[in-house]
């Protein structure tokens, strides 16, 4: 028999997620956000779900292939563009349409050859400084790209740093500002909004929400603004599971301690279980005492160091588990259980989306039917 643990996606998931988003933004076209292997899900099990998306928006041209194999023939987004003149030969092959955000990019596009003039999203750098045209440079950016014959459309794109949270006068509302100042006079359909955006703003905000908004996280299953939200609050379910079994139960003894290094001591009489799942898994190794975990959809404790292959959990909340229970490491556990992927990133201190694209290789996936 194999080791118990396995990942179960879950596509009814992934489409009342993206049902949510779309309902928080209903006159704006959604790009279904699929980076990163669809943040960890595979690009191939996440398809199905995201069937009602107005697009795809990703950063591996590898993935853009993947997703056109898979026989999607309406708009594919490179949210980084293109990383190399060549890049633009698979753009117009596959009619990728692709972000702007230096420079460099728009001299490609003046000596490309192509077929069929490119939809291309020019980014501004509203105040996050990662990627984009500085407000000063934006409208010649604009200018240069309005005057080539290889661009078809100009879409005005910004990405912000704080849209997940709201601070008075501050961070997302000066970067909208900006954004909003800067493009006011240009033509053509705007894209601004993240998952925090389009949850959090788009709803009151017509010209925040623009005329398509690009929710990642929020698709999979987790609050981008947690633990000030929680994906209760907001109306999204798990979309990955990650699942496992008791293998072991230990009596323990008050002075009897777990694991490496001892970090736990009982202080009293307690039963623990040893669950089929490490950080080779992609369980984070920092989660501490106490983390969540569900055995047998009862919600109980982490305890002592997470190791390669296994965690241990206080069985006290579930007496009657045994060899075999079935373990909820994140995700949808049994009898309609649910611990989200947040809770457990969070007491790790890390974020749902460090968590759902660290899942290991080795861990057997398999779609929910
Ligand atoms: C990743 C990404 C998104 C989606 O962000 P979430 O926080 O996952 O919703 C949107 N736009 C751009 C440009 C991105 O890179």
């Known amino acids: 028999m194999p080791r118990p643990i396995e990942a179960v996606i879950h596509p009814q998931a992934l489409a009342h997620n993206l049902r949510r988003a779309r309902a928080h933004a209903p006159d704006a076209r959604v790009w279904a956000v699929v980076k990163a292997n669809a943040y960890g899900h595979g690009?191939?099990?996440?398809y199905a779900g995201f069937q009602a998306a107005d697009g795809f928006a990703l950063l591996d041209?590898?993935?853009?292939?993947?997703?056109?194999?898979?026989?999607?023939?309406?708009p594919i987004l490179l949210l980084e563009g293109c990383f190399d003149a060549r890049d633009l030969e698979l753009c117009s092959r596959l009619s990728l349409w692709h972000t702007v955000h230096r420079e460099a990019q728009i001299d490609w596009l003046a000596a490309h050859k192509t077929q069929a003039p490119h939809?291309?999203?020019?980014?501004?750098n509203s105040g996050m400084n990662r990627l984009g045209f500085t407000p000063s440079?934006?409208?010649?950016?604009?200018?240069?790209?309005?005057?080539?014959?290889?661009?078809?459309?100009i879409t005005l794109m910004?990405?912000?740093?704080?849209a997940d949270r709201d601070e008075p006068g501050g961070g997302m509302a000066r970067q909208w500002a900006v954004f909003e100042a800067t493009t006011r006079e240009l033509p053509g359909e705007r894209s601004l909004c993240n998952s925090a955006a389009t949850l959090r703003h788009?709803?009151?905000?017509?010209?925040?929400?623009?005329d398509w908004v690009r929710p990642g996280i929020a698709l999979y299953g987790s609050a981008p603004d947690f633990p000030d939200r929680s994906i209760a609050d907001w109306g999204l379910q798990p979309t990955m599971t990650l699942r496992s079994e008791l293998i072991a139960t230990q009596d323990l003894q008050p002075g009897d301690t777990v694991g490496y290094g001892s970090r736990y001591t009982a202080l009293r009489p307690m039963r623990i279980g040893v669950v089929a799942c490490g950080y080779a898994d992609g369980y984070p190794?920092?989660?501490?005492?106490?983390?969540?975990?569900?055995?047998?959809?009862?919600?109980?404790?982490?305890?002592?160091?997470?190791?390669?292959?296994?965690?241990?959990?206080?069985?006290?909340?579930?007496?009657?588990?045994?060899?075999g229970s079935e373990v909820t490491l994140w995700g949808q556990g049994p009898g309609g259980a649910v611990l989200p992927i947040d809770e457990v990133a969070h007491a790790a201190g890390t974020v749902g989306y460090e968590l759902m694209c660290a899942l290991a290789l080795r861990?057997?996936?398999?779609v929910d039917d």
């Not at 690009?43 to 996440?46: F, M, P, Q």
């Not at 041209?61 to 309406?74: I, K």
């Not at 788009?202 to 623009?210: K, M, Q, T, Y």
């Open 61 to 74: 041209l590898d993935e853009a292939q993947r997703v056109r194999a898979l026989g999607w023939r309406g």
């Open 119 to 124: 939809h291309v999203f020019l980014k501004m």
């Open 285 to 323: 190794r920092s989660a501490p005492n106490g983390a969540p975990i569900l055995v047998d959809g009862v919600r109980c404790e982490m305890v002592g160091r997470v190791s390669m292959d296994m965690v241990t959990v206080d069985l006290t909340p579930a007496p009657t588990a045994h060899i």
């Open 202 to 210: 788009a709803p009151e905000n017509a010209a925040v929400r623009g």
């Open 43 to 46: 690009i191939e099990r996440v």
């Open 363 to 366: 861990v057997p996936t398999r």
């Open 158 to 162: 910004t990405h912000f740093a704080d």
């Open 137 to 153: 440079a934006y409208r010649s950016a604009w200018l240069r790209l309005s005057g080539l014959t290889q661009v078809e459309s």
